[in-house]
């Protein structure tokens, strides 16, 4: 077992919500959180690219979300320079999976809930 840190963004796309104010009709945090909870619970994974990327499938699950961008680092190592951080885009269906330390550039016109 070792001790990992999650980092996950979600953009979604820009709606009545953000204007709205109604929480009733954006994306959760609880989605991402149970997206996490559900990979780790479900079986050993030896990869974090492979536990990154089937975050970021349940992530896109949700038809709220546009692009999900899931970074993991080990800890009992040197913090923030052992990990993986992968970009899932729904619309053009790519993959690209970076090392750590070099950032993704973002959507236009996107909004970013984030788990820490």
Do not use: C, W
């Not at 997206?35 to 050993?44: H, Y």
């Not at 709220?64 to 885009?89: C, H, Q, S, W, Y």
């Amino acid at each position: 077992t070792q001790r990992i840190r999650f980092n996950v963004v979600v953009e979604v796309s820009r709606h009545a919500a953000a204007r709205s104010d109604d929480v009733d009709i954006v994306l959760s945090y609880d989605t991402i959180i149970e997206a996490i909870e559900e990979q780790l619970a479900a079986e050993r994974i030896n990869l974090l690219e492979t536990l990154a990327e089937r975050i970021a499938d349940r992530v896109l699950d949700n038809r709220k979300a546009v692009r999900a961008f899931v970074r993991i680092e080990k800890l009992d190592r040197i913090p923030g320079t052992l990990g993986v951080e992968i970009a899932r885009n729904r619309i053009e269906g790519g993959d690209v999976v970076r090392p750590l330390g070099e950032r993704p550039r973002q959507m236009p016109q996107a909004v970013h809930p984030m788990v820490v």
